[in-house]
């Protein structure tokens, strides 16, 4: 029954909306609807008192509605429906008019046209709430375990978080060991904190949590279902190894004949075909490597048959003769396994550019490397145990020149946008580099430095006052082969000319995307993604951990690129979202949802193609829409699609959009 | 114009006289241009006292001690009170003034001011403490 007795709140969200539309003509006209018990003015309608207002109002005229003429829903539709329901007003009999963004804020030059619009937005608005049903929230089942995808800093630590609260949790790794870029680090800025040291600590706890279940060298292969009710298939990566033996002794790694480049010292140093992530590694498993173990490629090769073996032929089996435990089968054990989880958290973290995209700077010599294989050279982990050395001919450099910003602020040969961590790991490199060989010079060319974070600024500092770094302000324009060096030509704005240098390795500090795998998870959680593969949360400032998906969330560099501390801070921040969603029995959910008449309905399907949720079938029996409502986000593209009108979104039925349509355009 | 930096500007020589001279490290300068903008003589100058400490730090001192701006600098001390790391600018000035003289290098030439006769012996005195060995 359309409702007779609406009352209308406008607010003057102090100038905001006051300072342009005339607030006090607006109630008076509105005041005149016959439809209208009850409308006023307000200086701040979300307020306390002005929500008391709602509240008394509704009380006092008995209303049936409320519109409230303020901000986008986006921010106060909640504060007002939450006003209403104090008063034993159902929720959904209260809409927002946005006269602020819609009316105030543009038409700041005109107050005549934007009061006028101001009142043909309430209109509309009464127009379309008079035909609002009222209704009940929708409750939805929760299943209490988490996923995490990614097992680097942020992954690890959202883990930890949630399973210290008693909630099971599964992390899925695509690396053969957890820890991800951070565990490649040779020292952290600003404290030259050892990675290796206060992350094992994590990587262990990780793999000893009763309450983590633990996927290394696996994948996310599929994402059904809905927040709190997520079906996900794992595909476990074929490793040739029965890992449940492998105890991890290294002793096939000491005989293995064949090497590739290695995927943990990007391609700094190779790797035996079967190898072990890293000395470190969680879990510390050997793998083989299908691409270059000499027996599976033969193996391959009498399979497509292309060689054909002769008898009796001895092919290598090198490691598995070693093979104590007897853990190596060489049988292709890649496996799919289904778990069921309540929420998920991204955490596929970044990639950098590589250095071959630049050969303007260098990129095509093989002395010319990204800040993060240096970190490789840096590391006393690493291939050349901390003493870098050039990957050409193994000679310590006696100088080494930094190129900031290498596609970063470049929105024409990179990304436009800052990566944020590279001014503040470039200084450390520098540090280290002065560490490690004293009489290097060391050469720095930036655009600026950026050192925003606790104790930043103070690092640059000591870089420049005490270890002797050379500074240069102004990008690189080319790096060239000159005898045995590298010959760097940049500018030095601030004397205003071009500075040239010679040296023996270029490190360049390229841009930070999103990881390459990322597209595709997202794709198969439906959450947004950016051009740079950064995942896109709801709300820059106020939800940078939510995605548009109900039960999925983001955490670290996935987002963008940031650094260790935020990393690990917003991992806490994703487990406690996660925490507060699974800590309820049953999860409450906006009933704004579509709806299917089947007395008018065809069954055409048109409506189940335009789903990107996957939440309508067709029931074979009746031969009609069913919309499954834990599902449906209630976006109405099946509503926009449907011949017929038999699929319609609820309290936003197709009477009543035409008609607020044509109050808008004043079709009276 | 184009500049070769040949070896590590901490090890040149000549920029190490300097620091020693004046007592000031100048690879702290971080180039935030305030010495500059405050500088009431350096509208007169050739290069600005944020570009001497940038000169400095890329190892050219002979752009310096060919440079106006170390004998133009009036020692007001302005910019030493003002340097957020605590630079003593008018000391590296001095420094510089320092390196030339001390190879016997008149900056000015008694006789050869005008109207000496004119002027107050004070104005003398301190041209001599400060252009001459």
């Known amino acids: 029954m359309a409702m007779k007795r609406i009352g209308v709140f406008i607010c003057h969200c102090g100038r905001n909306i006051a300072g342009t539309v005339d607030v006090k003509r607006v109630a008076e006209e509105i005041g005149k609807r016959e439809d209208v018990a009850f409308s006023t003015t307000y200086v701040f309608m979300c307020s306390q008192p002005g929500q008391k207002l709602i509240e008394d109002s509704v009380k006092k005229y008995n209303l049936d509605g409320v519109v409230v003429a303020n901000c986008s829903p986006t921010l106060h539709e909640k504060t007002m429906r939450n006003a209403a329901a104090r008063a034993g007003l159902n929720p959904y009999r209260v809409e927002i008019a946005n006269i602020r963004e819609w009316a105030a804020w543009p038409h700041e030059d005109n107050p005549d046209a934007a009061t006028r619009k101001a009142i043909r937005i309430i209109n509309a608005t009464i127009e379309k709430l008079k035909a609002n049903a009222s209704l009940e929230p929708i409750e939805v089942p929760v299943i209490r375990r988490a996923l995490v995808i990614g097992g680097g800093v942020a992954g690890m630590q959202a883990a930890l978080d949630i399973a210290d609260s008693g909630i099971e949790t599964i992390l899925v790794e695509k690396e053969a060991t957890i820890g991800g870029n951070m565990f490649r680090l040779s020292e952290t800025f600003p404290t030259l904190d050892c990675p290796q040291c206060i992350l094992t600590p994590k990587m262990n706890d990780v793999a000893a949590h009763p309450n983590i279940k633990l996927y290394t060298y696996s994948e996310v292969e599929d994402v059904e279902g809905f927040m709190g009710n997520f079906k996900v298939k794992i595909k476990k990566k074929a490793t040739f190894v029965d890992w449940d033996k492998c105890t991890g002794c290294g002793e096939c790694l000491r005989v293995c004949p064949a090497h590739a480049d290695s995927e943990f010292d990007l391609k700094m140093a190779k790797r035996t075909s079967i190898y072990i992530a890293n000395e470190q590694a969680v879990p510390l498993k050997a793998l083989i490597d299908e691409n270059s173990c000499i027996r599976l490629q033969f193996e391959k090769k009498v399979k497509e048959g292309k060689i054909k073996p002769k008898k009796n032929v001895k092919i290598c089996s090198k490691c598995a003769d070693v093979c104590e435990p007897n853990a190596i089968h060489f049988q292709n054990n890649e496996e799919i396994v289904e778990e069921e989880v309540g929420a998920i958290i991204v955490a596929t973290g970044y990639e950098v550019m590589p250095a071959e995209a630049f050969p303007e700077l260098g990129g095509k010599y093989p002395d010319v490397i990204t800040s993060l294989q240096f970190e490789r050279l840096l590391a006393p982990s690493g291939p050349t145990a901390g003493i870098p050395r050039r990957p050409s001919d193994g000679k310590v450099p006696e100088s080494i020149a930094f190129v900031h910003c290498v596609g970063s602020r470049d929105p024409q040969n990179g990304v436009p946008y800052c990566s944020r961590i590279c001014c503040m790991y470039t200084i450390k490199q520098a540090m280290l580099v002065k560490h490690a060989m004293h009489d290097a010079a060391v050469y720095d060319f930036y655009i600026d430095i950026r050192s925003n974070g606790k104790g930043y600024e103070e690092f640059y500092h000591r870089a420049k006052e005490e270890y002797g770094v050379n500074f240069i302000r102004g990008k690189v324009s080319k790096v060239y082969k000159v005898g045995d060096k590298y010959r760097v030509q940049g500018v030095d704005t601030l004397t205003g000319r071009i500075v040239e240098v010679d040296v023996d390795m270029v490190v360049l500090a390229t841009a930070a995307k999103g990881s390459s795998t990322v597209k595709e998870i997202a794709k198969k959680l439906r959450i947004p993604y950016d051009e740079w593969g950064w995942l896109k949360e709801t709300h820059l400032k106020l939800k940078p951990l939510e995605t548009p998906v109900g039960g999925v969330f983001i955490a670290g560099a996935a987002q963008f690129i940031k650094d260790i501390t935020d990393s690990v801070s917003q991992g806490s921040g994703a487990a406690a979202k996660v925490m507060a969603l699974l800590s ?85 | 114009m184009k500049y070769t930096i040949k070896k590590d500007p901490h090890e040149d020589e000549r920029v190490q006289k300097i620091i020693e001279i004046s007592g000031q490290n100048i690879f702290s300068c971080y180039q935030c241009g305030r010495c500059s903008s405050g500088c009431p003589m350096a509208e007169f100058m050739d290069v600005l006292p944020n ?83």
Not at chain 1, 608 to 618: E, G, L, V
Not at chain 2, 73 to 98: K, N, Q, S, W
Request: some cysteine; charged content about 25%.
């Open chain 1, 584 to 668: 309820k029995p049953e999860l409450e959910k906006e009933p704004l949802l579509a709806k299917v008449d089947p007395e008018i309905c065809a069954g055409c399907g048109r409506c189940k193609d335009q789903c990107a949720y996957d939440a309508i079938t067709i029931d074979p029996v009746r031969h009609v829409s069913v919309v499954n409502e834990a599902l449906c986000e209630g976006c109405g593209a099946c509503s926009a699609n449907c011949p017929t009108t038999a699929i319609q979104v609820v309290n936003f039925k197709k009477g009543q959009v035409v008609r607020a349509i044509d109050v808008l355009a004043e079709v009276f």
């Open chain 2, 51 to 133: 570009q001497v400490f940038m000169f400095l730090q890329e190892g050219d001192v002979d752009t310096l001690l060919n440079a106006k701006t170390p004998w133009i600098c009036a020692a007001c001390f302005t910019c030493t009170v003002r340097c957020p790391v605590g630079l003593d600018l008018a000391a590296v000035m001095e420094a510089i003034r320092e390196l030339q003289l001390r190879k016997n290098y008149d900056y000015v030439d008694p006789y050869k001011v005008e109207d000496r006769e004119e002027l107050p012996p004070i104005a003398m005195v301190s041209n001599f403490r400060k252009f001459t060995p």
